[in-house]
C-alpha cells in the first residue's frame, strides 16, 4: 500500500459512514482512526508555510483588483470545482505586471513550495507505513452497499 491509497482508503470508508450494521460500522471507525494518523502527518508535509500564506494572500489581493465587479462592486468569480474558484481577472496585462513583480520579490519562497510540492508528491507514491486493519467478514457488511462501496473498502473485508 503506497500512502497515496491511504488517502483513497479513507475517503471510501468516509463514503460507507451511512450504512448501518454494528461490526461494520466498528470496523469502519477503528480503520478510520488508523488512518487519520497518516493522513495528519501527509496533510502536515503539504502544510503552506507562514511565510508562503502571506504570499499567497497578496497574490489574491492582485487577483481581487485586477477582476471585473459585480453591481455591489465585489469581484466576480468562477466555479472552478464543487469548493473552487478563480477571479474573472477583466485586466490581464495589469494583473500579470504586477504578480511579475510579486513573484520576484518571492521568488525563493515559491522555489521552496515547489520543491515542497515535489517532494510530497514523491512521498505520496512511496510505500505507506504497515498498518494493521481491523478486518470485518463480508457477512456483517450492509446489503445496500453499492460496488464502488465495497471496491474502495475491499482491503478489510474477509470471507
Known sequence: MK???I?????AIQNCGSLVGA???YALSKN???LKVEI????EAIKFSKEYVVYDAERVELAKKFSKK???GEPVTIPTGSTTFDYDIEDQAGFDAEFKVLKGKNKELITKREKQVEEYLALLKEGAEKIKFHMVNIKDVPENITAAQLGGISIFITE
Not at 495528519?40 to 496533510?43: I, M, P, V, W
Request: charged letters at 40%; glycine letters at 0%.
Open 3 to 5: 500512502n497515496i491509497d
Open 7 to 11: 488517502i483513497s482508503l479513507y475517503q
Open 23 to 25: 461490526k461494520f460500522a
Open 32 to 34: 478510520a482512526d488508523k
Open 40 to 43: 495528519k502527518a501527509l496533510e
Open 70 to 72: 459585480d453591481s455591489k
